[in-house]
């Protein structure tokens, strides 16, 4: 029975005595989905609390840590994800933080055993005797059986750049997703919804309504100068900026203000 006490994507848990209420009421099976690094504004729930009740109620814990997960390779960052070992299983997206092709998303679970749901034989891919023979069967990995070979490019980055390139990407966009939001907080005209938790900065124009920050964000877009994401916070609408490109330089982001400036005159 799939467990859903925030809406979806939308919310990270910060009181988790909703969930302990539900887990005590709910009939098992139970498997609670936690997030680390929620879409709309990064923010990462509070595992351990959470992996407490789940082992306290006995239910499973899965963690969608697509967008923060490899905070785990900053030694800068990897303390908000303190808890993520303790899930069942995991997925982690090497798109987003990482730069790989969509196609690499991973789930990962701490025994191979876990994966056994996965496994099918069928005699033209892999016969048992072939299997037995040592020949490889990726049925039992993967859903799917039809794949480019994604694992080569994500192989090549791991090589090329190895954990310490990969991580210092990573730091530089967190940086500078803090350096756009202290941009946004001093500025009179704009203000910030917190401080970044990964690389995501909600924002708004003072004064506005959620008609201006909508038309805003699309006016933006309809002139092809910038695409700006919108999340729903707090009760009102924010603008989003998700910093994923570790080639954004600051003064691109001076651009970005100033052309936000150029369109909230009221
Ligand atoms: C991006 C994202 C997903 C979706 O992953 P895809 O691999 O793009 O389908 C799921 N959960 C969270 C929290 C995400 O940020």
């Given at each position: 029975l799939?467990?859903s006490?925030?809406?979806?994507?939308?919310m990270c848990?910060?009181?988790?005595?909703?969930?302990?209420?539900?887990l005590?009421?709910?009939?098992?099976?139970?498997?609670?989905?936690?997030?680390?690094?929620?879409?709309d504004?990064?923010?990462i729930?509070?595992?351990?609390a959470?992996?407490?009740?789940?082992?306290?109620?006995?239910?499973?814990?899965?963690?969608?840590?697509?967008?923060g997960?490899?905070?785990?390779?900053?030694?800068?960052?990897r303390?908000?994800?303190?808890?993520?070992g303790?899930?069942?299983s995991?997925?982690?997206?090497?798109?987003?933080?990482?730069?790989?092709?969509?196609?690499?998303g991973l789930?990962t679970v701490?025994?191979?055993?876990?994966?056994a749901?996965?496994?099918?034989q069928?005699?033209?891919?892999?016969?048992?005797?072939?299997t037995e023979?040592?020949?490889?069967?990726?049925?039992?990995?993967?859903?799917?059986?039809?794949?480019?070979?994604d694992?080569?490019?994500?192989?090549?980055t791991?090589?090329?750049?190895g954990r310490?390139?990969l991580?210092?990407?990573?730091d530089?966009?967190?940086k500078?997703?803090?350096?756009?939001?202290r941009?946004?907080?001093?500025?009179?005209?704009?203000?910030?919804?917190?401080?970044?938790?990964?690389?995501?900065?909600?924002?708004?124009?003072?004064?506005?309504t959620?008609?201006?920050?909508?038309?805003?964000r699309?006016?933006?877009?309809?002139?092809?100068?910038?695409?700006?994401?919108?999340?729903?916070?707090?009760?009102?609408?924010?603008?989003?900026?998700?910093?994923?490109?570790?080639?954004?330089?600051?003064?691109?982001?001076?651009?970005?203000?100033?052309l936000?400036?150029g369109?909230t005159?009221?």
């Amino acid at each position: 029975l799939p467990l859903s006490i925030r809406r979806q994507r939308q919310m990270c848990i910060r009181d988790s005595a909703p969930l302990a209420d539900a887990l005590a009421t709910t009939p098992g099976p139970t498997l609670v989905t936690a997030t680390a690094g929620t879409t709309d504004a990064g923010l990462i729930d509070p595992l351990p609390a959470i992996a407490d009740l789940c082992d306290h109620h006995g239910a499973d814990l899965h963690i969608d840590a697509a967008y923060g997960g490899l905070l785990a390779l900053s030694p800068h960052h990897r303390h908000k994800l303190t808890g993520l070992g303790r899930a069942h299983s995991l997925t982690i997206d090497l798109h987003k933080l990482g730069w790989q092709p969509v196609a690499a998303g991973l789930l990962t679970v701490p025994d191979t055993a876990l994966l056994a749901p996965l496994a099918h034989q069928a005699d033209y891919l892999n016969a048992t005797d072939d299997t037995e023979a040592g020949l490889p069967d990726l049925l039992g990995r993967s859903l799917r059986t039809t794949r480019r070979p994604d694992a080569l490019k994500i192989a090549t980055t791991l090589r090329s750049l190895g954990r310490d390139g990969l991580t210092h990407l990573i730091d530089h966009t967190c940086k500078l997703a803090h350096h756009l939001a202290r941009l946004l907080d001093a500025h009179p005209r704009f203000e910030l919804h917190a401080p970044p938790t990964i690389s995501t900065v909600l924002f708004r124009p003072t004064h506005a309504t959620d008609d201006d920050v909508a038309t805003l964000r699309r006016t933006l877009l309809h002139q092809g100068r910038a695409v700006l994401g919108r999340t729903h916070a707090d009760g009102r609408l924010w603008l989003k900026a998700t910093l994923l490109n570790p080639h954004t330089t600051a003064g691109d982001l001076d651009t970005l203000i100033a052309l936000l400036e150029g369109s909230t005159h009221r």
